[in-house]
């Protein structure tokens, strides 16, 4: 018994001590300059592109005042719900426009909980659907079998799916976005910024949806300069989806490219996130939020002086759009995509730190809306 | 000494009345009323498919508890019933997937897949411990974490993954690989998997009570020493226990995927084999406490979609499990040592003497 206590003790001292000395080892790398050489000089840009037409992005929300009184609108968000954020948070920023701008009363908002199996959701989904909520929006690519099933048992309830089009019924609406197009231009910007022509990429979990972001960004930043150095990393891998929920970890993957040299990081990490933005801050790099305007978030306020802009993937838009096209009557009208013409996806200015470059981006917006880039929804390798 | 009914049945209700006491402050304390929470947990029973899904996670939760008890039994803790189930789960869809069998054959086959993916998992820890004397607490921990790495590269699609929109999984299985189930009309379908996890259960009671086997693990696990002197070869015993334990683990998922989900999908909900630890000290190793311990648990987790619905933080129900296995603990333990004390008063009485110093120094 007194034996195996030592033994213990002695354990936890050597797992303390290799862990100090890790800790160690990685300040150590952090203060050295990172090699490469050509950190003084910035990368050779690619030139800008030029004669797109000008016109400005078509926004779906301008025409006709819409009531939606008569609505009862239900919302299934994913794990996280209100307050994430992130993604739900977009979802529900819809939500309280629409009960702002045309009168919607009733809503009924649930949030899904950590490893939930299939019937969870179909309850939840059935429960908002039996109480009448009518049309019922299910956050997040998680519900697409759940609306399958519960739509079928409710041809009169009309759903739509954040994130997922793979649902063919005649009462379902998919609502998908180009992140790979909003994550082109971030990868514009990140080269500009960027001093050491090197820059990151930390994605959560490595899932096709993350995929998207990473492959618009290397896209962007190979269109601004050939010389560019990029890093790509996810947190975890796919299945294991704490990788959106641990910003210690979002903050190891972060360090590991600033020493290797990056000093422009692009998360698509979620909740992880919040630690990209602190290695950033605590080693004088600079980092690129993503889905929300993340320089003006309470929950990452104390890195913001490094979030130069935000890659947007307007949640909130496709949701709004979604229940005035409901109330209207219009649902045809919808945008298959919402990308950068639909105004789905964008970049943020908060903060006004990539002003400088700002006709630069929206030069290469404009050759995207007008179909003379295309921006792949799947990376190179 | 064996415990009476009252000794078997008091610790798991008092262990809930203390649940439901302390969620009762807890909501009180959030601002919330009780007895809204508590009547949308019963309610729920009445509406839809809350009452039929209880019974399919039950079945799903009764076999993580089974394949956790056989290890307890021969005192082996498998915490790698999580890594064995997903890992033989996954194997499983993939197999199911990719080959089309004639309808019971097919799903005999990915039954029987499941099953020795399941023991394969559970074959590392085993050998590990016999030649190398490596504890399965660690080794199942490390092996969890790999599953978690392996699955994500088996559902991968450069291995054996689809892409549909933004999710992967495996092929789905087709139609002759399901298990059919009982259709309640609107208010579900009960998978026939829960007759499968019934019979698993008598199964283990057979094992434990008729066979020799069955002597020899729990007399190992009460006395590995004795158990040795009286010639029970104990690396044996502990190859059986965990391939055992490891093969029912890998039953665990085969409710969800032969009867509702038919694919592996990189979203499929992960923790069952944690929540069959809890389901086994709930049950205490026995079959019937074990099948309560499940229906309980999976009652409380579908409660908590019903209590979000009333406007009830879900959560409710995770403080709810936790306190009931921590309090159950804590009541058995209350209750032998109160059995305990009234045997030695019974004893002493019938040997006609004072046996307090014998009761307060607790020796028997």
């Not at chain 1, 899904?112 to 997040?140: H, M, T, W």
């Not at chain 2, 959030?30 to 947990?41: E, K, T, V």
């Not at chain 2, 309980?296 to 936790?322: C, R, Y």
């Amino acid at each position: 018994m007194r034996r195996s206590r030592v033994t213990t003790l002695a354990a936890v001292a050597l797992t303390g001590a290799l862990a100090l000395a890790g800790c160690a080892k990685d300040t150590g790398g952090g203060s050295t300059p990172p090699a490469g050489g050509n950190q003084a000089e910035s990368c050779k840009k690619n030139p800008v592109p030029t004669g797109g037409s000008g016109s400005a992005a078509g926004s779906t929300s301008a025409g006709p005042k819409v009531d939606a009184s008569a609505l009862k609108v239900g919302l299934a968000y994913d794990i996280g719900g209100r307050g994430d954020a992130s993604f739900n948070d977009s979802a529900a920023a819809g939500l309280d426009k629409a009960k702002a701008d045309m009168g919607l009363k009733e809503t009924k908002e649930l949030t899904a909980a950590p490893n939930e199996p299939e019937d969870a959701k179909q309850s939840r989904l059935r429960q908002l659907a039996q109480e009448g909520f009518n049309p019922i929006i299910a956050v997040g690519f998680a519900y697409a079998k759940s609306v399958e099933a519960v739509a079928t048992q409710f041809p009169n309830t009309k759903f739509a799916v954040v994130d997922d089009d793979t649902v063919k019924l005649p009462n379902v609406t998919g609502l998908v976005f180009a992140e790979e197009q909003g994550s082109f231009l971030v990868g514009v910007a990140a080269v500009y910024k960027s001093k050491n022509c090197h820059v990151g990429f930390v994605g959560g979990v490595n899932v096709p949806l993350i995929q998207k972001f990473q492959a618009g960004f290397e896209q962007g930043v190979k269109a601004a300069s050939n010389d560019a150095k990029i890093e790509a990393e996810y947190i975890t891998p796919a299945g294991d989806f704490t990788g959106f929920q641990d910003p210690a970890k979002g903050n190891v993957v972060a360090a590991g490219e600033i020493s290797r040299g990056a000093d422009v990081i692009y998360q698509a990490a979620g909740a992880s996130g919040k630690g990209v933005f602190e290695a950033a801050k605590s080693k004088n790099a600079l980092a690129i939020g993503v889905d929300s305007d993340q320089y003006n978030q309470k929950t990452v306020e104390n890195s913001r002086d490094v979030i130069i802009t935000s890659m947007l993937k307007r949640v909130d838009v496709a949701v709004y759009d979604y229940v005035r096209a409901v109330a209207g009557n219009t649902l045809a009208s919808l945008p298959k995509r919402f990308d950068l013409k639909a105004d789905g996806v964008g970049y943020a200015t908060s903060g006004g730190k990539i002003d400088d470059i700002k006709a630069t981006l929206d030069a290469y917006k404009q050759q995207i809306i007008d179909g003379k880039i295309t921006v792949s929804d799947k990376p190179s390798n | 000494m064996r415990t009476t009914l009252r000794g078997k049945l008091l610790p798991p209700v008092l262990a809930i009345v203390f649940s439901v006491l302390l969620c009762t402050i807890a909501l009180v304390i959030s601002g919330d009323n009780p007895l809204d929470a508590f009547g949308a947990m019963i309610g729920q029973l009445f509406r839809g498919t809350t009452a039929v899904d209880t019974l399919n996670s039950g079945a799903v939760y009764y076999l993580a508890g089974l394949a956790v008890a056989i290890g307890f039994q021969m005192n082996l803790f498998n915490i790698g019933v999580e890594g064995q189930y997903r890992f033989a789960a996954v194997i499983a869809a993939i197999i199911g997937g990719e080959i089309v069998l004639p309808p019971g054959i097919h799903t005999l086959v990915i039954i029987i897949v499941a099953v020795v993916a399941g023991s394969f998992y559970a074959l590392i820890p085993a050998l590990l411990k016999v030649y190398r004397g490596v504890s399965e607490v660690i080794s199942t921990i490390m092996l969890n974490a790999i599953a978690i790495g392996l699955i994500a590269y088996l559902v991968s699609t450069d291995a054996f993954g689809v892409q549909v929109g933004n999710n992967i999984g495996t092929r789905p299985i087709e139609e002759s690989g399901w298990m059919p189930g009982i259709p309640f009309g609107d208010n579900g379908t009960l998978f026939g998997f829960v007759f499968v996890a019934a019979l698993v259960g008598f199964g283990y009671w057979v094992l434990l009570n008729r066979t020799r086997f069955g002597f020899e693990l729990k007399a190992s696990g009460e006395s590995p020493t004795a158990a040795t002197a009286g010639g029970v070869d104990a690396r044996k015993m502990i190859m059986t226990a965990m391939l055992l334990s490891g093969g029912v683990a890998g039953l665990t998922a085969l409710p969800e995927l032969l009867g509702r989900d038919h694919e592996y999908l990189q979203t499929s909900p992960a923790g069952y084999g944690f929540a069959g630890i809890a389901v086994a000290l709930l049950g205490r190793n026995h079959p019937g406490g074990i099948a309560l311990g499940a229906v309980l648990w999976a009652f409380l987790d579908k409660s908590a979609v019903s209590l979000d619905n009333v406007g009830v933080p879900q959560e409710i129900t995770t403080i709810m499990q936790g306190a009931i296995v921590l309090s159950v603990v804590i009541a058995y333990e209350i209750v032998r040592r109160m059995e305990l004390a009234a045997e030695q008063r019974r004893v002493g009485r019938q040997l006609g003497r004072d046996t307090s110093d014998v009761a307060a120094g607790g020796s028997v």
